[in-house]
T-cell receptor, first 115, second 113 residues
């Protein structure tokens, strides 16, 4: 069975600090896809980044970067120079390859960025 | 840009009442999904659809029915609401392909008394 674990329930940082959100996943599939979503206090879910299991490169997009480590089944997400507007719940999610459409979510990490 | 629109945004029902949640997307996405979000549980898939006229059960389908009569709309029905169905409901849609991200609506907060 698939599982996504976000061990950090809550994180609090001061503005401009870098912060890393941890995600550990479990799957038996060789092809799978990982996603990060942001849920701000207003409640909507916003897609942030995606990574497939067969892509070796880690990428940086603006202040966001992802660190995919297949050997440890981790898909961590880093925000550089955090801002108050980054305060939100962040969800890591896993989708199997093939025709399975189920997106398995972790329970989320509440990030609070203080001014 | 409308994206995924959910109607209504809030609703309070009494136990036993029925209602339908409407999801509309204007991105011409093939796939649509209904999730529920409960405290400490993350999001769980209720039902999904891979195209007009098709529906399938997700992780927690009991007590819900869905219909996809038009490509752009995906309806979620509660035939006889129960307090356990108090939740925030999210609709999502995506292009065909498992690597495509799902785009979510703003959610519907539903309370069953």
């Amino acid at each position: 069975a698939q599982k996504v674990t976000q061990a950090q329930t809550e994180i609090s940082v001061v503005e401009k600090e870098d912060v890393t959100l941890d995600c550990v996943y479990k799957t038996r599939d060789t092809t799978y896809y990982l996603f990060w979503y942001k849920q701000p206090p207003s409640g909507e879910l916003v897609f942030l980044i995606r990574r497939n299991s067969f892509d070796e490169q880690n990428e940086i997009s603006g202040r966001y970067s992802r660190n995919f480590q297949k050997s440890t089944s981790s898909f961590n997400f880093t925000i550089t120079a955090s801002q108050v507007v980054d305060s939100a719940v962040y969800f890591c999610a896993l989708k199997r390859g093939g025709s399975n459409y189920k997106l398995t979510f972790g329970k989320g990490t509440l990030l609070t960025v203080n001014p | 840009n409308a994206g995924v629109t959910q109607t209504p945004k809030f609703r309070v029902l009494k136990t036993g009442q029925s209602m339908t949640l409407l999801c509309a997307q204007d991105m011409n996405h093939e796939y649509m999904y209904w999730y529920r979000q409960d405290p400490g549980m993350g999001l769980r898939l209720i039902h999904y659809s891979v195209g007009e006229g098709t529906t399938a059960k997700g992780e927690v389908p009991d007590g819900y029915n869905v219909s996809r009569l038009k490509k752009q709309n995906f309806l979620l029905g509660l035939e006889s609401a129960a307090p356990s169905q108090t939740s925030v409901y999210f609709c999502a849609s995506s292009y065909q392909g498992t690597h495509q991200p799902q785009h979510f609506g703003d959610g519907t907060r539903l309370s069953i008394l």
